[in-house]
């Protein structure tokens, strides 16, 4: 089956974080306001027992409980949110991604790269590991035989997505392309990186298997 089209995107940490703020506002704002009533509720019940009795503890705790509670319902999903890109900075990598949309699926290949574009030639010798400096010897060999430069390159991983097996919803988020997968996982495809007619395409796509 031939390709349909492919792209080639990468994202910035501000672009993921909004991407996840989106993820968490289409699964889980529902749930999170359902508590919140919940424990408004809860709140003024022990606001009122307070009112018929001062003295009493029951009343205290339990809309402190409920108050405490209800901000760490809103204050939680920032906090997530926070770690995730302050993990994804200590990482000390990028990204790169290329999607593949066939009839019947969607491939998704990463592949990883140093976040540090310098590089680093080293020798491998009896005596150990030693870096090897700019205009010595040993690099001038090196350049003369690159056969012995090994690439530590990693291969891209792919991901392959069944679109019969698999939940996919497609959004238009902002200056984001937003893929959902399985209510799990969500994918963006920046604006910036697409030209008009891919993203015309891209959106047809979707709209073409009825997953907007």
């Given at each position: 089956?031939?390709?349909?089209?492919?792209?080639?995107?990468?994202?910035?940490p501000?672009?993921?974080?909004?991407?996840?703020?989106?993820?968490?506002?289409?699964?889980?704002?529902?749930?999170k306001?359902?508590?919140?009533?919940?424990?408004?509720?809860?709140?003024?019940?022990?606001?009122?027992?307070?009112?018929?009795?001062?003295?009493?503890?029951?009343?205290?705790?339990?809309?402190?409980?409920?108050?405490?509670?209800?901000?760490?319902?809103?204050?939680?999903?920032?906090?997530?949110?926070?770690?995730?890109?302050?993990?994804?900075?200590?990482?000390?990598?990028?990204?790169?991604y290329?999607?593949?949309?066939?009839?019947?699926?969607?491939?998704?290949?990463?592949?990883?790269?140093?976040?540090?574009?310098?590089?680093?030639?080293?020798?491998?010798t009896?005596?150990?590991?030693?870096?090897?400096?700019?205009?010595?010897?040993?690099?001038?060999e090196?350049?003369?035989?690159?056969?012995?430069?090994?690439?530590?390159?990693?291969?891209?991983?792919?991901?392959?997505?069944?679109?019969?097996?698999?939940?996919?919803?497609?959004?238009?988020?902002?200056?984001?392309?937003?893929?959902?997968?399985?209510?799990?996982?969500?994918?963006?495809?920046?604006?910036?990186?697409?030209?008009?007619?891919?993203?015309?395409?891209?959106?047809?796509?979707?709209?073409?298997k009825?997953?907007?």
């Amino acid at each position: 089956m031939n390709d349909r089209f492919s792209i080639k995107f990468d994202n910035t940490p501000e672009e993921i974080e909004e991407a996840y703020k989106a993820f968490q506002t289409k699964y889980a704002l529902r749930k999170k306001l359902l508590y919140t009533v919940i424990y408004l509720i809860v709140i003024v019940l022990a606001a009122d027992l307070i009112v018929r009795d001062m003295t009493s503890p029951m009343g205290y705790i339990a809309g402190g409980l409920a108050l405490g509670i209800l901000v760490f319902n809103w204050i939680k999903p920032v906090l997530i949110r926070r770690k995730m890109i302050q993990g994804i900075s200590e990482l000390g990598t990028d990204e790169e991604y290329t999607m593949t949309l066939y009839d019947d699926r969607i491939e998704i290949e990463t592949q990883i790269t140093s976040a540090d574009k310098e590089t680093e030639t080293v020798a491998i010798t009896t005596h150990g590991v030693f870096t090897v400096e700019e205009g010595s010897e040993a690099a001038k060999e090196l350049a003369e035989h690159p056969e012995l430069v090994r690439d530590d390159t990693k291969p891209p991983e792919k991901t392959v997505y069944r679109l019969a097996e698999t939940e996919v919803f497609m959004a238009d988020h902002k200056e984001l392309l937003l893929m959902f997968v399985n209510r799990s996982y969500i994918h963006a495809v920046p604006k910036r990186c697409l030209g008009t007619e891919e993203m015309l395409a891209f959106k047809a796509y979707f709209e073409e298997k009825g997953l907007t």
